[in-house]
C-alpha cells in the first residue's frame, strides 16, 4: 500500500504532464491507500492539496477545449475555501470534471526535476 | 471408439457445430451453459435469423482463457472459420482480443495487440452481428451481456485484458500510455461507454459519459499538456480502479 507522500509526489509529477482533476486525487487516496470513509478520503484530499498549493507547486482552474486554463488566481487559503464549498455543493464525491483541475507551477516541475 | 465420425480428419465435430465444439481440435464436447437452470445442452444452439445486420461480415473474437487459447491449433481456427462461414453465408474472421506478442494468434498474425481487437470496431460489428451466439458455439466470452452473466465486465475486457493493465505505464502506473491517436480513443472510448448516457458538465473539456452502474468515462481530444498525447480517455470505474487515464500518443508510448 502506498503512503500520502507517494500520492503526492505522484500528483504532483501528473500534474506537471497532464491537468489533473479533483476526482482524480480522490481516486488515488482511495484506491492506493484504501481509504474508504469519505470524510477521511477528503481530508486526505484537502490535506495534500493545501500543502501543494501552499508551496506553490500546483495551481488550480479550469481546462478548456482551446486547450487554455483558466486560473482561479485565488490565494491558497481561498482556493481550499472555494473548493470546499462547491464540494459541499455537490453532495457526494468529486467525479471526473466536477469542481476544478490543477496543474503543475513552474516551481513544482522544478521541485519535480530536482527530486 | 464410439463414433467413427471422430475417425474422418476432415470433419469438424462430427460435422455439427451446431451441438458439438472443439476448442482444442482434438476431441468435440457437448455444448454448456454455465449457471442456467434448465438450459439443456441439447437445445438448438444458433438460429441464423437471429442474427442482425445479415450484409456485413462477422467477426468472431475469442476472449477465452490465454492458456486455451495459446494450446489451439491454426486448423482448428481454419475450420471454424470455414464452418461458420457457410453456416452464417458470409466471411467469418477469427480474431482474438486478448493474446500478448508471442502467443498462439499473434504467431498467427490475427491480432498481434490486444488493442488491436477494440482499435478494429470489432466489437460494435460483432455484437451486432452475432450477439451470444458465439458464446454458444465457442463457450468464450464475447458481447458485453455475455461478459457480464459469466462475471467479466466488458470494461475488464477491454482496459484489463487478460488480467494485463492496457499499454505501458505512464508518469505512474495508473497513467497508461498506449500507441494510437484520435481515431484509437474514439473506438475504444465508444466500446467502454455503449449503453451510458453524455453528462452535461462545464468543467470537462471533452465528452463525458456516465454508466448505469456509476462508472464515468471522458474523452478528451485536444486539451492536454502532453505535446506527444492526442487523446485521453479519463477513467473512473470501480471495475478496473488502477486505471485513472489512458493517453494515446500515436508517435508509440
Redesign the interface.
Known sequence: MKEVESIRR?FL??A????V?L??LI??I??DLGYNDPATVRAVTLSILKELLAQGLIRAG??????DFEEWNLSPVKTLQRLEHEWDGLGREP???????F?STEKGEKHIRAS | MSNPQTLNLYSYVRNNPLKYVDPFGHQDELHKKKGKKGDDATDPIIDPSSVKNPGISVKIILLGPVSELHERSSSSSNALSMIMGMFFSRPVTIMSAHLPPGSWAAKHQLVPDPYAAVGGGIFEEGAEAAGGIIMKVFGWLFTKEVAEETGVHLTETLLKPGGILIGKAGTNASIREVNGGVEAAETLFSNLTKGGEVMTNPNYPGTLIKMQDGQVFGLRTIMSRSPGTAATIDVNSHLVPEISKIKFNPGGP
Open positions: 505522484d509529477r501528473e506537471s504532464d497532464d491537468y482533476g476526482w482524480s481516486r488515488r482511495k484506491f479550469i481546462p478548456h477545449t482551446t486547450g467525479n471526473i470534471g466536477d469542481i476544478v483541475w496543474t
